[in-house]
Every structure is written in C-alpha cells, then in structure tokens.
C-alpha cells in the first residue's frame, strides 16, 4: 500500500514538474517575443522620429535661405540703406508680403557700421551671452556672409529664430538685415505624447515644450553621452535668462532597452531623439516609454504567479529559466571569445552608418578577417585547440585595436573589425600589422607548430553606401585575398 502511494506521489510530483516545465517555458517565450516587439517597436519609432525631426530641420533651413535670397534680390532695400532712410509703411507692408511666403518678418535693419535703421518692437536676448544687442548674429554674419542662430524673446519669453544677411552694393557690404523666422514648435508633439526640448549644447541651457506651454530650463548632467558635441559650460550672468526648471538626464537600461531616467519633469523614462539644427543647438524629441518597461514588469509578475499557482516547487526552477533566458536574450556577446556578435552588429553599426552619412564620422572603414585552413587545424589538432586559436586571436586583435573601433566575432572564425576616421593607407597598415601578428601569438604557437595566418579585406564605405553593400564588398575582398595566396591583404 506504502509503495502504492509513494508510486501515485510520485507520478503526480512528476505530471506536476512537467505541466510546470511545460507552461513555464511558453509563457517565457511569450515574454521574450513580446519584449523583442516592444523594444522593435520603440527604435523603430525612435529611428522614424530621428528621420522625422532631421526633416523638419532642414525644411526651416530652407525657409531661412528661401527668405535672405528673397530681400537679396530687393534692389530697393540698397538704396534705403545706401541713403540710412527710415522705412515708410508702404516698405513694411512690401517686405511683409514678400516674406509671407516663409512665415518671416524683418527684424533689425542696420548699416555695415552697426547704425540700426529699423527695429521692431522686439526685444530679443542671446542665451550666449547677456548683450540686448545683435551684435554676435551681426559679427558672424560679417565674417561668413550669412548667419543664423536661436534669441530668447524677453518680451513673449519664447525662443525666436533670427537670420541674417549681408546687403550689398556691387561687391561692397553696405548694410544687415536680421529677419525673425516664425517657428511652430508644438504640433510635432501630439505624434506620440513627445516633449521637446530645444537645447543650447555649449551652455546646457534652453526651452521646454509640453502642453501648449513653454518653460526655460537647465540640463544637468552627469555624462557626455547626450550630446556629439559634449563640451558644455555653465551659465554665467545671465540676467534676462532665468530657468524656470532644471533637468537631470541619467542613462539606464532595462529589458535590454537604453534609455534616459528624467528628473524634473514628467517624462520619467524616455528615449530621446537628437536633431541637431547647428553647432550650438539641438533638437531633443523625449518619447516615454514608462507604460513599456512598466508592461514588461507586469508581464513577468503574472509568469512568477502562473509558476506557483501550478507548483510552489517550480518557483525554483522557474527563477533559473528566467534567468538563463533573460541572460540570453539581452547578451551582445559572443560566448566563445567574448567579442561583440551579429546582434549587436545588427543594432548599433547602422546608426553610425547615419553618422557618416551627416559628415559626422569620416572614413567608415570596414576590414574583414579570416583564419586561413582554419578547417586543417580542427582536423588535425581537434575542435579544443581550433576554439584556443578563436580565443587567442580575438585576445590580439583586442589588443591591436582602439576604443572607438567595433571588434566583432561574426561566425565560425570570420572577424569584423569597424574603424572611423582613418585613411585607406592608414586601414591597410592596420591591416597588414593585424596579419604580421597573428603567427606571432604565443598561446596558438605552443599548440600549432608556425601558428596560423590570416587573411584581411580592407575598405572604406562609399558616401550613401549600405552597410549590405559595405559588407559584401569588402567580403569579396577577403575572398581575393584567399585566391591569391593567403595571408594576404587586398584593400578596395
């Protein structure tokens, strides 16, 4: 009777084990494809935002050049300065047709010397500095010709766009005109609940759209990482700029999604799309993703509880699924040689293939390496020995290369280094140091009598290139480069 019921207790433990196991690994598959398509999703909206905002940027640089060639050509508007004559109403109402157009209005006239002839009723103050003037604007556009940049309104305490242009006679700058640019900051921000902030990198300083409302704010930050252009400075005396909030950024990471944990304001996870409008401003679009992570928490809440409605005794063994899971599904690494792998190839190369289409990074250079007679040595030393060489030559190449390139274990012992900003000549010595190396190593000497060789494409990306293309390309290289001999370089 005794061995009965320990058989029963038995077959039910087990029946419950297996359910447990059963269910407890669709319910992680769930999860783990419902975090993959959340997280698809939010770069998805943040890549088609980032694309959305360079958009809307370049259309205002257009209206701005659209707007200076349009009094350029205003043979009327030399003579007036020519003659430092104050502009009548029927001038006024002539430049405000004209520029209607651009949904622009003549701000400042004056004359090469600085004598204002015309002013409107504006006051405008630079966020660079505390000067109630143009003269900045006025000096850049001096000495470039053409200039624009971002003035905080005192009197509407709205940021303004000024332009400027220079008013010549024959070949001689005579006079400036400082044109307002009217810029609708807000309906961009109904996409998807998005605040914007429209930020003076230099000075960490600038403006808050949310609501139908505007706040000056401070940024406080404890990276570089926001910014391309981290060089900041704090504000210094700025009586006519008072913030009316301050901003603290700090980066975060949850379910394998990067993102910004706010401070200050009501946004309290949020990615954040950079538009850059000039050397000194940015555009940053905050898309929320608190409901995300917070689903995403929800979701593995429910799979701990579904655990231990079915078995308290599961719970164990669900906590390993979940951490063996999560380990696998978030990890960029290569288990092997701990070098970065597709997925994290397939995620972060190509935003910096926009970069290099900006002018951001020069020389998107690309090599790809392979062990040659790799097959020869697992056949004739065993597969222990081909994994040292996989190890001890991703150890040298680590060694070899800097901190900004991207070193990465693409399959079966084809490596794929990124590099930015050197030459051709400059990634062919790379290359060729890289494959002078590589018999040299030590730890594959002492199990392989002469070591191993490899053999290197070498390319720099063509401007609007994909990285598909880059690639394949470079890969023919490669394939040269064993055809030709081995051990060997072919740069393209």
């Known amino acids: ?95 405000a047709s004209l520029l209607s157009t651009t949904q622009s209005s003549i701000s400042v006239i004056t004359t090469i010397d600085g004598e204002i002839l015309y002013r409107s009723p504006k006051s405008f103050s630079l966020i660079q500095n505390n000067s109630l003037s143009h003269r900045p604007l006025f000096n850049r556009t001096k000495s470039q010709g053409f200039a624009w940049d971002i003035y905080y309104d005192i009197a509407s305490e709205q940021p303004s766009l000024l332009s400027s242009i220079l008013v010549k006679s024959g070949n001689t700058s005579i006079g400036q005109v400082v044109i307002e640019h009217k810029i609708t900051w807000f309906p961009l921000l109904r996409i998807r609940n998005t605040e914007l902030l429209l930020v003076n990198k230099h000075y960490l300083a600038g403006f808050h759209f949310h609501n139908d409302r505007t706040e000056k704010i401070r940024l406080e930050l ?18 006519s700029f008072q913030p009316d909030k301050t901003l603290k950024f700090k980066p975060h990471e949850e379910f394998n999604i990067s993102y910004y944990q706010l401070e200050g304001i009501g946004v309290k996870k949020a990615l954040l799309s950079e538009a850059p409008i000039s050397d000194r401003w940015s555009m940053l679009f905050m898309i929320p993703i608190d409901q995300e992570i917070e689903t995403l928490y929800r979701e593995v809440f429910e799979t701990i509880t579904n655990f231990l409605v079915i078995l ?23 288990e092997l040689t701990g070098l970065n792998n597709r997925q994290h190839y397939n995620l972060f190369v190509p935003p910096r293939l926009k970069l290099h289409d900006r002018g951001k990074v020069s020389n998107f250079g690309l090599l790809v390496i392979d062990v040659d007679k790799f097959k020869n040595v697992n056949d004739t030393y065993g597969h222990p020995v081909g994994d040292l060489v996989l190890k001890a030559l991703a150890k040298n190449l680590t060694e070899q290369c800097r901190e900004s390139d991207l070193l990465y274990r693409f399959g079966g012992e084809e490596f794929l280094i990124i ?61 040269q480069a064993k055809q030709n001999g081995r051990n060997r370089v072919e740069i393209g």
């Open 312 to 334: 308290v005794i599961c719970a164990v063994l669900h906590k390993f699924i979940v951490f063996h899971f999560r380990i696998r599904e978030l990890t960029f690494t290569d």
């Open 419 to 479: 590099t930015e900003g050197d030459s051709l000549e400059q990634l062919k010595q790379f290359a060729n140091r890289l494959r002078e190396l590589a018999p040299k190593i030590e730890e594959i000497n002492s199990k392989i009598p002469g070591g191993i060789t490899i053999s290197i494409g070498a390319s720099l990306r063509a401007p609007k290139e994909s990285l598909t293309a880059l690639f394949k390309r470079t890969d023919d290289l490669l394939y």
């Open 222 to 239: 404890t990276h570089t990482e926001l910014f391309e252009t981290p060089s900041s400075q704090p504000l210094n005396n700025l009586k």
């Open 1 to 95: 009777m005794k061995l009965q019921k320990n058989t029963w207790l038995l077959l039910l433990w087990a029946l419950g084990v297996t359910l447990a196991i059963i269910q407890g690994y669709d319910e992680l598959q769930e999860f783990s494809e419902s975090k993959a398509k959340s997280t698809l999703d939010l770069y998805d909206n943040l890549s088609a935002f980032s694309e959305l905002t360079e958009h809307k940027s370049r259309e205002v640089i257009n209206r701005i050049e659209l707007s200076s060639r349009l009094l350029a050509e205003q043979s009327d508007l030399v003579a007036l300065i020519e003659q430092q004559a104050a502009l009548s109403d029927h001038d006024l109402a002539h430049y």
